[in-house]
């Protein structure tokens, strides 16, 4: 079936700008998380999903960045005011459990550039 | 918080040399995960670990789960030009009905044809 999907996938903006990155994990999958990588280096957590629970928002860096998720499915995450140093990949990931075995499946990303 | 390490930080071969990787940690995890990013891709799952010692093979690829819970490596034999990419380790723990996963910093990883 289909991966995971993510939407722009490039995105330039300018400074101060709002952006809303979209993805759409694999089907039936329930959790769902939000990762950032600058250029050269490793990813950052930013945000998870998990059914209907309370999403873990511990990794987002500022109350410019939020994300919602709308029916357990697809997620948006929405930055406001842009800054350059937004300027990133943003990956999203969608994860199962199939007879405890974990799966997680990383969509193509969506490359921000705030100028 | 948790922190990963990964060494070596790059790696350059020459193609058929085997390859070896390891990712330590401050904490323990219950998992480890082991990725692999191609440039302009999202990294892709290719091992993962459950159990204390031990020891899993995708192929070329080997992985092991640290006794200690807060180790692991990877070694890939007879090295290739298409393994050429950023390999992740990762920590997975099980917290309050939800999986946390944390990625080291990565090993960069060229091969020399």
Redesign the interface.
């Known amino acids: 079936g289909a991966g995971?999907s993510q939407s722009p996938s490039n995105k330039v903006t300018e400074k101060g700008k709002d952006v809303e990155l979209r993805c759409d994990p694999i089907s039936g999958h329930t959790?769902l998380?939000w990762?950032r990588q600058s250029l050269g280096?490793?990813?950052e957590?930013l945000i998870?999903f998990?059914g209907n629970?309370a999403p873990?928002k511990s990794g987002l860096p500022s109350d410019r960045f939020s994300a919602e998720r709308t029916g357990g499915s697809v997620s948006t995450l929405t930055i406001q005011r842009t800054q350059q140093e937004d300027s990133a990949v943003y990956?999203c990931?969608s994860?199962t459990?199939t007879s405890?075995?974990?799966?997680?499946?990383?969509?193509?990303?969506t490359r921000l550039t705030v100028t | 918080g948790q922190q990963l390490n990964q060494s070596p930080q790059s790696m350059f071969i020459q193609e058929g040399e085997d390859v070896s990787m390891n990712c330590t940690s401050s904490s323990i995890f219950n998992t480890w995960l082991w990725y692999k990013q191609e440039p302009g891709e999202g990294p892709v799952l290719l091992i993962a670990l459950y159990k204390a010692g031990e020891l899993t093979s995708n192929g070329r690829l080997t992985a092991q789960f640290g006794i200690t819970r807060k180790d692991s490596f990877l070694n890939i034999s007879a090295s290739i030009p298409s393994d050429v990419g950023i390999y992740f380790c990762a920590g997975l723990e099980w917290e309050t009905s939800y999986d946390k996963v944390i990625f080291g910093p990565g090993t960069s990883l060229s091969v020399i044809p």
């Open positions: 995971v959790a998380y990762y280096q490793g990813l957590f998870y998990q629970s873990d990956l990931a994860s459990r405890g075995a974990y799966e997680q499946y990383f969509g193509p990303g």
